[in-house]
């Protein structure tokens, strides 16, 4: 590798900047990588001996943390620091949807990066490369531009050091559960920017271990908006074989079959044509809602129509599960045991943020059941933090009211209850015993599998009356 960048700082430590450098800090030993950020708390999770208890789980992540930190691999609270001795500053903090305000509901919520680049501004010596990995609005980089700019201005009237900044767009498309092996192993590297020079220290750095011709260079505004894009495309790829599974329900056809049946024409292609409970996670419907929000900035009105349909779609079919599940349980769910598989919003992550858990589990509480919630790893305060109110144990049996309490088992959670909803694809739940489960649920029982995972056998299925997605 020659690159010149000795020194590289990350300003956010979630889940795109805590895998993503400790990768580049695995794979570019010459190269010290501060992972810096603001929640103490965050920071001395990353930093605590015990692997099993870092911030985020992500499979293959503890051994790399385990290899590079304190090696060349650091987490710290030290901004100014970090900053000052970066030559090259990526920046990926959150850009949640604005909750109040102009735009609210719909456009990104930019205080973070603003606050990100106005540290950098103050605290950068010398040449320095921004590099935007958060998602952003097509047009961000501009703003960084002129952030930095008036800073610089400011800081140089008050006679401190020069300072110089190249910007440069990197989006990061890693998906949560696989994100190790995407991020050694990415489909393509998406670099924008205007200096050959800043791009080329960049390419740099990932061609230490990604082939050259995957490492796509742009102009800043293609990188910007081709993230946004590549998110809303795949979130459309979900709503329309959601929105195929309802008609296959109504129909006699099998959303798998038909999903592999399409998938076999390379145009339309396999993979991501599963259909669930709706995406969750914390990108599509930010990202989407961001893009309604820029067509109809630029008047692009039918444009903003189609994609905001992606999303309808999805808060439909969350909808949709809640109320068949309280159909088939003969119209009330009042007062019955319901054991619920999967709180996150896919496998292999303890990330809870929009999963489609939440909003299932809140419906079928306020109509007053009781669920017993199983995760193998998200824990009973997130689903507290969630689910906005006490847990079974802490809440008054006598006020009639759904609650939820915390199972450590599937076992545990299925135990007396007289359905079992299956709401994220954990692995574990493909070889649940349903001969052993049967005998400790309440008949009639039922299992919704909103997941296709189980491996029950409908024809034989221990009494269990069986609803699956899509499935006729
Ligand atoms: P996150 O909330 O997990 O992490 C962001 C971190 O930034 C937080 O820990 C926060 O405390 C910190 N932070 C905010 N402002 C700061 C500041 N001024 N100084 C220091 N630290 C600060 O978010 P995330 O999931 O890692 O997402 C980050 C960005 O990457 C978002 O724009 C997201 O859209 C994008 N992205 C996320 C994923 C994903 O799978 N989560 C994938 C690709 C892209
Ligand atoms: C997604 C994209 O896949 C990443 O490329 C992108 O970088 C990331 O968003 C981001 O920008 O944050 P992620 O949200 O981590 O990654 O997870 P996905 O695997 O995309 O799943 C999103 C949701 O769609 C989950 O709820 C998942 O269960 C659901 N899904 C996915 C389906 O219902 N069916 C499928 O076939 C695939």
């Known amino acids: 590798m020659n690159t010149k960048v000795k020194n590289i700082c990350c300003i956010g430590a979630g889940y795109v900047g805590g895998p993503s450098m400790a990768v580049i800090a695995d794979k570019c030993s010459n190269i010290v990588v501060n992972v810096v950020d603001i929640n103490i708390e965050r920071i001395e999770l990353w930093n605590s001996e015990d692997l099993e208890n870092l911030p985020i789980y992500e499979p293959g992540l503890s051994s790399i943390i385990e290899r590079c930190r304190n090696r060349n691999l650091f987490f710290t609270t030290n901004i100014e620091e970090s900053i000052a001795s970066a030559d090259m500053i990526f920046i990926s903090v959150n850009t949640p949807t604005k909750k109040k305000g102009l735009g609210a509901g719909k456009a990104s919520d930019l205080k973070w990066v603003d606050a990100s680049a106005r540290q950098i501004a103050r605290y950068a010596q010398g040449h320095t490369i921004v590099v935007e990995k958060s998602t952003l609005p097509i047009k961000t980089a501009q703003t960084i531009k002129e952030i930095l700019a008036v800073e610089k201005e400011?800081?140089?009237?008050?006679?401190?050091?020069?300072?110089?900044?190249?910007?440069?767009?990197?989006?990061?498309?890693?998906?949560?559960?696989?994100?190790?092996?995407?991020?050694?192993?990415?489909?393509?590297?998406?670099?924008?920017?205007?200096?050959?020079?800043?791009?080329?220290?960049?390419?740099?750095?990932?061609?230490?271990?990604?082939?050259?011709?995957?490492?796509?260079?742009?102009?800043?505004?293609?990188?910007?908006?081709?993230?946004?894009?590549?998110?809303?495309?795949?979130?459309?790829?979900?709503?329309?074989?959601?929105?195929?599974?309802?008609?296959?329900?109504?129909?006699?056809?099998?959303?798998?079959?038909?999903?592999?049946?399409?998938?076999?024409?390379?145009?339309?292609?396999?993979?991501?044509?599963?259909?669930?409970?709706?995406?969750?996670?914390?990108?599509?419907?930010?990202?989407?809602?961001?893009?309604?929000?820029?067509?109809?900035?630029?008047?692009?009105?039918?444009?903003?129509?189609?994609?905001?349909?992606?999303?309808?779609?999805?808060?439909?079919?969350?909808?949709?599960?809640?109320?068949?599940?309280?159909?088939?349980?003969?119209?009330?769910?009042?007062?019955?045991?319901?054991?619920?598989?999967?709180?996150?919003?896919?496998?292999?992550?303890?990330?809870?943020?929009?999963?489609?858990?939440?909003?299932?589990?809140?419906?079928?509480?306020?109509?007053?059941?009781?669920?017993s919630i199983y995760d193998p790893?998200?824990?009973?305060?997130?689903?507290?933090?969630?689910?906005?109110?006490?847990?079974?144990?802490?809440?008054?049996?006598?006020?009639?009211?759904?609650?939820?309490?915390?199972?450590?088992?599937?076992?545990?959670?299925?135990?007396?209850?007289?359905?079992?909803?299956?709401?994220?694809?954990?692995?574990?739940?493909?070889?649940i015993n349903w001969k052993e489960i049967s005998k400790i649920m309440r008949s009639p029982s039922w299992l919704f599998d909103t997941r296709l995972v189980s491996n029950i056998n409908r024809d034989l299925s221990f009494g269990i009356k069986v609803w699956e997605i899509g499935c006729g």
């Open 154 to 371: 400011d800081l140089i009237n008050k006679s401190m050091k020069n300072k110089t900044f190249d910007i440069l767009s990197n989006p990061e498309f890693l998906s949560e559960g696989t994100a190790i092996n995407d991020l050694e192993n990415p489909d393509r590297i998406l670099i924008g920017g205007e200096n050959k020079k800043a791009i080329e220290e960049l390419i740099n750095i990932y061609s230490s271990w990604v082939n050259k011709e995957k490492i796509l260079t742009t102009n800043l505004w293609s990188s910007e908006l081709s993230k946004l894009i590549a998110n809303a495309f795949l979130a459309q790829r979900i709503s329309s074989i959601n929105s195929i599974s309802a008609l296959c329900e109504k129909t006699g056809a099998n959303i798998q079959e038909v999903s592999i049946a399409i998938g076999t024409d390379k145009r339309i292609g396999r993979e991501f044509l599963n259909a669930g409970p709706g995406f969750g996670g914390s990108c599509f419907k930010k990202d989407i809602s961001n893009l309604v929000y820029i067509c109809d900035h630029y008047g692009l009105y039918e444009v903003s129509k189609y994609w905001e349909k992606v999303i309808d779609i999805n808060n439909w079919q969350q909808k949709r599960i809640s109320k068949i599940i309280i159909d088939r349980l003969f119209g009330t769910i009042a007062q019955k045991k319901i054991g619920i598989l999967g709180f996150s919003f896919k496998a292999n992550t303890n990330d809870t943020r929009e999963s489609p858990a939440i909003s299932i589990c809140k419906e079928l509480i306020e109509e007053g059941a009781n669920l």
């Open 377 to 431: 790893k998200v824990s009973k305060s997130q689903i507290e933090k969630d689910m906005g109110q006490l847990s079974v144990k802490e809440i008054s049996f006598l006020k009639g009211e759904g609650m939820w309490s915390f199972s450590q088992s599937i076992e545990e959670s299925a135990y007396c209850s007289d359905a079992i909803v299956i709401l994220s694809e954990w692995e574990e739940f493909r070889y």
